[in-house]
């Protein structure tokens, strides 16, 4: 995460620097940082109800009614001749930070619901509906409330910046446990900090302003595509990887099954056709070499066949629970349990071969 954030604060240091901070580089940072409130707002209002908390729907919107007043602010700041206009927009720029500061405040008193009601669903979308109007009443506003050409920033723009860098960093505290969050309340007041006070829109230290501003956004947008993208894209592959090796998996027991039976019917064929008790064993035996499965032959309780040699020599020193036994004119066949599926198929089978032990 510093490492996002420093390589992002490199990246817009060197843009300033390289190419001086003027009307064109003021209007791609904050269309940039407009377009990232747009992808916050798109991410966090399409996700389904019973992920879209109160707290994040409120994130959501917020980030687009202040996003709606950066873009009359970019277009009147200083710099164009025939459509800049100071004051206005300072305005506008009080305006986004008022609904952002406030919007956040309200997110984190529902932090705690965790469900969202159609009531509550409307509420939060009346903030983008406010922007838009504000976008015609501000224009009856007089143009010097916070900002006086000559002059500089009015005692009314600093004290509401230092109130909006409180509410910043409230949401900053109140979010401590989550880097993102927290990072992106630290940023912001920051940015609030720097446009306290300055007497040109050109002022080092609106490129600071301006650079923190884009940080909060950029932290707010990575926590939401973090956890609303990529985090289920990640988890979905993780989960697809892995019914991909259990299909893998269920596929070559369906094939060690299918191919046991056919080798059990194999030998019930050769069984069939066996004299005696000794073809018998040597079928068995062909059988268990063939399948890797253990079988123990008894006749009259005298063990004459056992496919390893730690085997038991006695009936009684085998597990039915890890054995199956088939009995049939003083002969007895024990044979390895192995998967459930595999072990039915074998009980079946080998359990056909009991009416040619009497032979």
Known sequence: MALHNLIALLILLCIIYFVSYTYITHLLLEFLSIFMSFIIFI??????????TPFLQVIGTVFLSSAILDIPHTIYYAGFTGISNTGLSVIFWMFARFIQSCGLILAILHLKYKNLNTRFTSFTFLFPLLSILLIFLIKLLPTNIFYVEGLGTTTLK??????????????????????????????FALSEIAFIKYASLFDWTLWFGHIFKILGVFNIAFYTLTNFIYNPLKDYKTLSDKYRREGEKLNETISKIISVQNNALETLSEAINCKDRKSLVEILRTFSEKENIEISVFSREKNIYSSSLHLPNAIEGYDAKKYCKIEGNETVIFIEKKMRLLQKSIDFLFSLFSPYLRK
């Open 43 to 52: 991410v966090l209002i399409s996700l389904p109800m019973p992920e879209r």
């Open 158 to 187: 600093s004290v509401l910046e230092i109130l909006y860098t409180l509410l910043f960093l409230t949401f900053s505290i109140k979010n401590k446990n989550n880097p993102y969050l927290l990072l992106s309340g630290v940023m």
